[in-house]
């Protein structure tokens, strides 16, 4: 059984460009969840998706903004860099209808840095 | 709206002391409460998570919490350190019958000495 794997594990970007990090679920999961982890910080929930639907957002703005194809798999979009949006970028897959209580599997994180 | 707040942002220990790490949530509703441990350069592994039922709840690592409502706390133990334990644990709540949207605490890193 294939983990949740999240691509590149690294990104340099300059202030102002667009960034898509991506992220494979773990195999049967529907739902996929994306945080961002600032360092020395909490994961902070950005959005989830539900089967292609976004199911749920937290105070992110309309600049981050995702997908979820057929095969579940999901990219998180960041336009308009911002110096504070350097930070470790996770994605959590999980099983079931809504996935949002269920125990959700992380991947290793995207680490990001804006110049 | 909900909050976690955990005591310490570093804990250290010996090997084979007790280890407790502290988490305190506010909740306006019945809480799912979670422990989450995060190794250098990879993504957050579930410990342990309460949701309803018994409020002693057993982890993986042999780790345990315990639910008390009364105290709004979900502390985190383990009878005895290894050294593999030394990592970033995170707290985190999110509210029944609502979005479910976890908050997570800022962590607390466990130090592990010989």
């Known amino acids: 059984e294939t983990g949740v794997t999240q691509s590149p594990t690294h990104l340099i970007k300059t202030r102002g460009q667009q960034v898509t990090l991506r992220c494979s679920s773990q195999?049967?999961?529907?739902?996929v969840s994306w945080y961002q982890q600032a360092l020395g910080q909490g994961p902070q929930f950005i959005f989830q998706?539900?089967?292609?639907?976004?199911?749920g957002r937290g105070n992110f703005p309309p600049r981050f903004s995702g997908l979820q194809f057929p095969n579940y798999s999901s990219e998180l979009n960041v336009n308009a860099l911002e110096l504070d949006d350097s930070a470790l970028y996770l994605c959590?897959?999980?099983?079931?209808?809504?996935?949002?209580?269920?125990?959700?599997?992380f991947g290793p994180g995207t680490r990001l840095l804006v110049l | 709206a909900q909050s976690v707040t955990q005591l310490g942002s570093h804990v250290s220990v010996s090997e084979g002391a007790l280890v407790l790490l502290r988490c305190n949530y506010s909740s306006s509703v019945p809480p799912y409460l979670f422990w989450y441990v995060q190794y250098p350069n990879q993504g957050l592994q579930l410990l342990l998570k309460?949701?309803?039922?018994?409020?002693l709840v057993k982890g993986i690592n042999g780790f345990e919490a315990e639910f008390k409502k009364s105290e709004t706390s979900f502390h985190l133990t383990k009878p005895s350190a290894h050294m593999s334990d030394a990592a970033e644990y995170f707290c985190a709540v999110s509210e029944s019958g609502g979005s479910y949207i976890p908050t997570f605490g800022r962590g607390t890193s466990l130090i592990v000495h010989p």
């Open positions: 309460y949701t309803t039922g018994a409020t």
């Open positions: 998706y539900y089967r292609e639907e976004e199911n």
């Open positions: 195999s049967g999961h529907n739902t």
């Open positions: 959590a897959s999980s099983p079931g209808t809504s996935g949002r209580w269920e125990t959700q599997y």
